[in-house]
C-alpha cells in the first residue's frame, strides 16, 4: 500500500476518533455528528491542498505578477477553489448546505486572501452572452423561453492576476429555441 495513502487513512481514522471521544465530553443533546464529505469535495480539497504547497508567496504574502509566479499554478488554485466553493452552496443560492457551514467559512477566507493578493475569479453563469469576449464557448444549447443569449453554465472560471488575464474561462450558452432545431449546436469551427 501507498504509504502517503495509509498516513492519509491513518489521520482520517484519527480524526474521526478524536471527533467522536471528544463528543462525550457533552451531554447526549448537544452533541455534534461529525461532518459527511462527498467524496468528490474531499477530492477536490486534496488537489487544492496539494496545488497551495506548491505555491510560494513573496515574504509580504502577496502574489505578484512577475516572470517568477507560476500563472498556471494560480489558475488550478483558482479553479479548484472554485470548484470545492461550487459544491459546497446550495443551489441557486449563495448559501452553504447543511453541514457544510464551518468549511464553507475556511474555502471564503482563502478566496478573500486570494482577493487580496490581486487574484480575481471570475464565474459567468447567469451573465448575457456578447460575441467577442474573451470566453471559450463550448456549446450553445437551445433554451425554451429564452429572448436572448445567457451563458447558463461555468466550466472553468476566468482569472485574472493583477488585472492580467491568466486563464480563459470556458462556458455553456444557452440561446433562444429554434424550431427546427432541438439539440445542442458547437460553436462554429467545431465539427460534430
Known sequence: MNTNNTIKMDLSWFSHLWHSARQFLFPHEFRIEPPCLSVSLEDDLDQLSIAVRKLQLSPDNAVKSDENINHKLIAEIGTGLWRVRKNMLRPESDKPKEGMERAYRHVQSIFDSLETSHVQIKDHTDEEWIDGRNISVLAFQPMPG????????????TIFLD??????????????????????????????
Open 146 to 157: 429564452f429572448t436572448k443569449e445567457i451563458i447558463i453554465e461555468t466550466i472553468k472560471p
Open 163 to 192: 488585472e492580467q488575464h491568466i486563464q480563459k474561462g470556458q462556458v455553456i450558452v444557452g440561446k433562444p429555441e429554434q424550431e427546427s432545431e432541438n439539440d445542442i449546436e458547437l460553436p462554429p469551427g467545431i465539427m460534430k
